[in-house]
């Protein structure tokens, strides 16, 4: 190591990090400068309180120096082997990414305030870095969202922060209160306090290392294969904080599976999983302030914009105090008949023993009772609900109270009583309430079914974060509730549009909020024509009622005549259109199908754009309801308007005659200034297959002409940009 580095990072205990000569195109700031947003923008978002919306969020948390490269010295404060927020990439062999939270060294002489920041790294490279090591990192500002984070170029270890003389002070978290995070700004409907941020504190707060002394639990939600949550309440604050869960060790669907190897990584054993303090507990917790939230409980405003804090070993979380905590509790195996259910939860003591475990059920058809559950002799509880009358939604919920009195309540779970199994998509999708909710037959294996449907789609490749997989939809209906996503398989994936099948066993799933069938058995019984398109929803009917969005979804769906909202609303590819253009009454069109390129939507639309149709699945993921898009087919031709609301004046792109086409399409358009114009024709992946016209062009009318030589049948999307504009159209070629 350079020995102007050594001496660098000793000077780095009094005064801003500055790296050697090799580094010299690198800024140097603190991490404070780096993770600034600027006062200003809180201010308005402070002001604006309860009235604040998503856009103001995603308009006013923006960073001072994203996109800069940067440098600094800074002690590594978390394991990176307890990263767990990416999906395992089998090509690499290691997760998607890997995060560490660091702090900057000059906060021993400048102050602690929006010291800590978060490298966030593809390569894993950072998996080498150790806690307590000290190093000169130079990276770039990379914000995800509203996200503050750091890409890792270059790290180069200096030292210990005690062979560098810093204190223990620098690796050790600050007392703070929840309200210091987040504030109440108004209530619900029902009188619920609703939260977000506490802007005020955001630059100092933002990913710092926090202790919660002593904090009561106000909601917990148990999930032993999958990602529990929790929030908390300092004493005599009215904010609360959410749990969020980077660190492997808080976290349960990486235990078991494909990746995560442990050792090196530490996740939980199957057979261990974390289970998360109940609700009343007294805890002590430390960890990361992250922001935005998860908002599991539905109680921030706007959705998300609040902080979350990571806690990152087992010790950061202590239970001081605790009624009884729930395990996993496990309903019907199979779909339900004219017979007895039983239910069984597992209750572990808090701290006193566990005096009574009841069971509370209650019929959409008028019955309920409560039942007294029998522990088994291992802490497992359980106890029969009878039988109920055919079609009943059985809700129902567990209460285990200790010999002090202390008690805890389970979340709510439902199933479904039918006779004769499941013979409809509609048995599948209809939930209790009418509306958002998961299947009752979420996470059965059952063959106690005889569903008969029609293939709506092809295969149909999809990413979501790391992950890919196939997905196809079938409907036995247009009626509401008559569609579902099927994740495909090898078997499957053969399936086409029109194709009618018999499914007689299949795995009912919740993917995040999406009712899906998978590993299903199925028979091919003929082949016809898949069902229309919904066509008679207009976009602010789903926007602003959830109850027939959820009903929607998994069928095929088609808005004609639609307006841009927002060409780009969100970093994950998604743009947002509404049937009459007024944002309050748009939905999201999503990317995820490998078959639209990337900045599809930058690309293809601007605001305000008129759009001849939007199509694809009604889909749901990452908190909202959205059109899947399945190929650029499912856009038709958008035109570009001017301020005043018309069409731009001499620029006009005309449809491609013949459409359909046999052996050569005519692209007619219009230009009313000089400039250059480009005419390019793209495949159903997006890949150029030809460019018809790229010149300088005079003002006037002219024709391009589409040869289906050495074409394969399908449809094409071409795309005239002209006049700083663009506009795209569709031609389907048949052979």
Do not use: C
Not at 65 to 74: K, L, Y
């Amino acid at each position: 190591m350079k020995t102007a580095t050594r001496l660098l990072a000793l000077l780095a205990v009094l005064a801003p990090a500055v790296l050697p000569t090799t580094a010299s195109a690198q800024t140097p700031l603190t991490v404070r400068e780096i993770i600034r947003v600027p006062e200003a923008n809180l201010t308005t978002l402070q002001n604006l309180g309860i009235n604040a919306t998503q856009q103001d969020v995603d308009d006013n948390i923006v960073f001072v120096h994203d996109g800069e490269p940067v440098q600094f010295t800074a002690v590594v404060l978390t394991d990176p082997y307890n990263s767990g927020n990416a999906s395992w990439v089998e090509a690499t062999n290691t997760p998607g990414r890997v995060h560490v939270f660091v702090r900057d060294t000059t906060a021993n002489s400048q102050g602690y305030d929006g010291m800590t920041i978060q490298i966030v790294d593809g390569s894993a490279s950072v998996l080498a870095m150790q806690v307590g090591s000290v190093y000169d990192i130079i990276g770039t500002v990379d914000p995800f969202g509203t996200t503050v984070q750091l890409s890792p170029t270059v790290f180069e270890l200096v030292g210990t922060y005690q062979s560098l003389g810093l204190p223990d002070e620098i690796v050790q978290p600050r007392s703070v209160s929840t309200n210091d995070l987040n504030r109440v700004v108004g209530q619900d409907a029902d009188g619920n306090d609703l939260y977000q941020a506490n802007w005020a504190n955001f630059n100092d707060l933002n990913n710092e290392y926090v202790l919660f002394e002593s904090a009561v639990v106000e909601a917990s939600e148990a999930n032993d294969t999958g990602r529990p949550n929790y929030q908390w309440r300092s004493s005599g604050a009215d904010a609360v904080v959410n749990s969020d869960d980077i660190s492997l060790r808080y976290r349960n669907d990486r235990s078991g599976g494909p990746g995560y190897p442990n050792p090196p990584y530490a996740t939980r054993p199957p057979g261990d999983p974390f289970v998360p303090p109940a609700t009343g507990a007294v805890i002590r917790i430390q960890g990361f302030a992250s922001f935005p939230a998860f908002d599991f409980d539905n109680d921030i405003e706007p959705g998300g914009a609040a902080f979350v804090v990571a806690p990152w070993e087992d010790e950061d979380l202590q239970s001081l105090e605790s009624p009884p905590v729930f395990g996993s509790i496990e309903g019907p195996d199979d779909v339900p008949g004219n017979e007895p259910v039983t239910i069984s939860a597992e209750v572990i003591q808090g701290s006193d023993p566990i005096a009574s475990v009841v069971l509370s059920y209650e019929a959409s058809t008028g019955e309920s009772g409560d039942v007294t559950l029998t522990d088994d002799g291992s802490g497992v509880y359980s106890g029969d609900i009878p039988a109920l009358p055919d079609g009943a939604f059985v809700t129902y919920f567990v209460t285990a109270t200790d010999d002090m009195g202390q008690t805890s309540t389970s979340a709510e779970q439902t199933y479904r009583v039918l006779y004769d199994g499941i013979n409809s998509i509609e048995d599948v999708q209809l939930t209790a309430s009418r509306g958002p909710g998961a299947s009752p037959f979420a996470g059965i294996t059952t063959d106690n079914i005889n569903l008969e449907a029609t293939v709506q789609t092809g295969p149909v490749e999809v990413t979501e974060g790391n992950a890919t997989f196939t997905l196809f939809v079938i409907q036995d209906g247009t009626d509401p509730w008559s569609g579902v996503v099927v994740v495909a398989d090898e078997n499957s994936v053969t399936l086409a549009p029109g194709d009618e099948i018999t499914i007689t066993s299949a795995t009912v799933e919740e993917n995040f909020g999406l009712t899906r069938l998978r590993d299903i058995t199925f028979e091919e019984t003929g082949t016809g024509t898949p069902f229309p398109y919904i066509t008679d929803v207009p976009t602010g009917v789903l926007a602003v009622d959830p109850p027939t969005a959820e009903s929607y979804e998994g069928m095929m769906i088609r808005f004609d005549d639609v307006i841009i909202t927002e060409a780009v609303a969100n970093n994950f590819g998604a743009f947002a259109f509404a049937s009459d253009g007024d944002p309050a009454n748009e939905v999201l069109g999503e990317d995820d199908a490998t078959a639209i390129p990337d900045g599809f939507n930058e690309d293809t639309f601007e605001d305000g754009d008129f759009v001849e149709f939007i199509q694809g699945v009604w889909y749901y993921s990452f908190g909202s309801y959205k059109v899947l898009l399945t190929d650029p087919s499912d856009v038709g031709m958008v035109t570009t308007d001017a301020e005043d609301g018309t069409p731009s004046d001499g620029f006009t792109l005309v449809r491609a005659y013949p459409n359909p086409f046999t052996t050569e399409a005519t692209i007619a358009y219009e230009v009313g200034e000089p400039g250059p114009v480009a005419l390019r024709v793209y495949d159903a992946l997006g890949r150029e297959v030809a460019v018809l016209v790229d010149a300088e062009v005079a003002p006037g009318r002219y024709a391009a002409t589409l040869s289906a030589r050495g074409l394969a049948a399908g449809v094409y999307v071409y795309r005239l940009t002209a006049a700083g504009e663009t506009r795209t159209g569709r031609v389907t070629l048949v052979k």
